[in-house]
């Protein structure tokens, strides 16, 4: 049975680490982690950008690192089957950065970060901002910052959408299950995972994910 949605519609988010200026006081320790990082956590009020500050080392020297990560991208990837084979690995695109909406979007979320650096608290905790770590004060240009997130940035490991979910399936051929979770052209087949999330969510998937599959 053909399910053209199968392995369309792939998404994902994407974060960079951008550092500080060194701390003034070296000799801080290192906090126990929480929720992956070293303190706060702050989501922009959109749910466009969300950001994790944490106590770190680069090079054996204490700085801030910002963890930056940007949701709600309009690049699709895919998901397709390598070879007939069903141990083969499949071959995974995910498409990042496609569009020109999404480059701006990505140098959005760096720039907004690094301005946490100029604040009145993180100016008292830091050296001069001309001392940033990464990506560095004079990297100013908006192209200068992509190209350095673009070698920088990472998945974040929430891939989710390749098995749309939607109300009507003669409305769309690409959704391939319904409210309920059935599978488009087959009988006693329902998917329960990331993948029927349609537009993927600001932060993890995975509680939504988990309600999914106690529904």
């Known amino acids: 049975s053909n399910v053209p949605g199968v392995g369309k519609n792939l998404q994902d988010h994407t974060f960079v680490d951008v550092w500080s200026p060194p701390l003034r006081n070296q000799n801080i320790s290192m906090p126990n982690p929480v929720l992956g990082g ?29 963890f930056v990560e940007t949701f709600h991208y309009k690049s699709r990837g895919t998901v397709k089957l390598r070879d007939k084979h069903p141990l083969s690995d499949p071959l995974i695109d995910p498409h990042y950065l496609s569009n020109t909406y999404d480059e701006k979007k990505l140098v959005a979320t760096v720039k907004l970060g690094r301005s946490f650096f100029s604040t009145k608290v993180m100016s008292s905790l830091t050296e001069s901002v001309l001392m940033e770590m990464s990506p560095g004060y004079n990297m100013t240009d908006d192209q200068q910052i992509l190209e350095w997130a673009k070698t920088k940035a990472s998945t974040d490991y929430h891939p989710s959408s390749t098995c749309k979910m939607g109300k009507n399936f003669k409305n769309d051929p690409m959704i391939v299950v319904d409210k309920r979770l059935r599978v488009r052209n087959t009988k006693h087949l329902r998917i329960a995972d990331a993948s029927i999330i349609p537009t993927l969510i600001s932060g993890n998937p995975n509680q939504i994910t988990m309600i999914i599959g106690f529904k």
């Open 38 to 66: 070293w303190g706060a956590v702050a989501i922009e009020e959109n749910g466009e950008h969300y950001y994790v500050l944490t106590i770190d080392e680069m090079n054996g020297v204490k700085a801030i690192r910002i």
